[in-house]
C-alpha cells in the first residue's frame, strides 16, 4: 500500500505485507507468521501484534491500540515515531536509530543505538530496560537520550537491566527542554568513552548522582576511576554531570 488502506477483520496466512507510504489501517489480528515490510507514513493496528520474524521500519509512524511483542533479532527502526507499546522479548534484538517513543517501550532483549544518533521521549513515552541497552559513539560523536520539547511532563527512562556505553565517542542524556528523570536498580556500565548528563535547569541521571562525587575544575562532576565492585556502575570510561550554561 501506498495510499490510504483500511482493513477490518483478522488477517490469515502468511507471505509478506509491503507498505511503501499513506496510511494503513488495520482492524483485527494479524498472524505471526506474515512478514512486514514497512517505510515512510504511517501504520496502524488495531490489535494485539506479534512479530516472529525481524522488521525493518524507516520514516514510519507505527501506531494503533493494542501493544506489539517482537520476538526475533534484527529488528530495526530508523527515523521512526513508536506510538504503539512494544516489548523486545529476550529472543530480541532492536536497532534505535533518530526515533521517538511515544509509548512505553519495554526491553527485555538487546537495544542497540548505533554511534551518532539520537532518540526522544515524548509525553505519554517512557523506556523501561530489564535486559540490555547500548549506546555507541565512535570518537568525535556523540549518541543522545532527550525528552521532547513539547508536552510539559517529565519523562522517565528505567533501568533495571544493563545500560551500557560502548565507544570512545560521548553518550548523552540529556535535559535540555523537559526534564527526563533516570531511574532504576540496574546496572550502568561505561566499558569507554563518556556517558554524560547533560542538564541545562533540571537535575537527571539521579541513579548515577546519588553519590558524592568530586568538584572538577571546569564545573563538570565525575565518578571516581576505577568504579568499585558491587555498586552498579563499572567500566573504563567516565561517567560525567555536565552544567550547560
Do not use: Y
Not at 490510504?4 to 509491503?18: E, I
Not at 576511576?225 to 570510561?237: A, N, S, V, Y
Request: glycine share 14%; net charge positive; aromatic share 4%.
Amino acid at each position: 500500500n501506498s495510499g490510504t488502506l483500511t482493513v477490518n477483520g483478522a488477517r490469515s496466512g502468511g507471505g509478506q505485507f509491503v507498505h511503501s507510504g499513506g496510511t494503513t489501517t488495520i482492524n483485527g489480528a494479524v498472524p505471526t507468521s506474515i512478514a512486514l515490510s514497512l517505510a515512510n507514513g504511517a501504520f496502524n493496528v488495531n490489535s494485539e501484534l506479534v512479530l516472529a520474524t525481524p522488521i525493518s521500519l524507516s520514516k514510519q509512524t507505527l501506531g494503533g491500540s493494542g501493544s506489539l511483542l517482537m520476538n526475533a533479532t534484527g529488528n530495526s527502526l530508523s527515523s521512526c515515531t513508536l506510538s504503539k507499546p512494544t516489548t523486545i522479548a529476550s529472543t530480541a534484538t532492536l536497532s534505535l536509530s533518530n526515533t521517538g517513543i511515544a509509548a512505553a517501550l519495554v526491553n527485555d532483549g538487546a537495544v542497540t543505538m548505533p554511534s551518532s544518533q539520537t532518540c526522544t521521549i515524548f509525553p505519554g513515552g517512557s523506556v523501561l530496560n530489564r535486559g540490555e541497552w547500548t549506546m555507541n559513539a565512535a570518537s568525535g560523536q556523540q549518541t543522545s537520550m532527550q525528552a521532547s520539547c513539547s508536552g510539559g511532563t517529565t519523562v522517565v527512562f528505567t533501568n533495571d537491566g544493563v545500560l551500557r556505553a560502548t565507544g570512545t565517542g560521548t553518550k548523552a542524556f540529556q535535559n535540555f527542554c523537559l526534564p527526563l528523570a533516570f531511574n532504576g536498580s540496574g546496572t550502568v556500565l561505561a566499558d569507554a568513552g563518556d556517558l554524560v548528563e547533560l542538564v541545562g535547569h533540571r537535575r537527571v541521571l539521579a541513579q548515577l548522582l546519588e553519590r558524592e562525587v568530586a568538584a572538577h575544575p571546569l564545573g563538570r562532576r565525575h565518578l571516581p576511576q576505577p568504579f568499585q565492585p558491587g555498586e552498579g556502575l563499572g567500566g573504563d570510561g567516565r561517567v560525567l554531570h555536565a552544567q550547560r550554561k
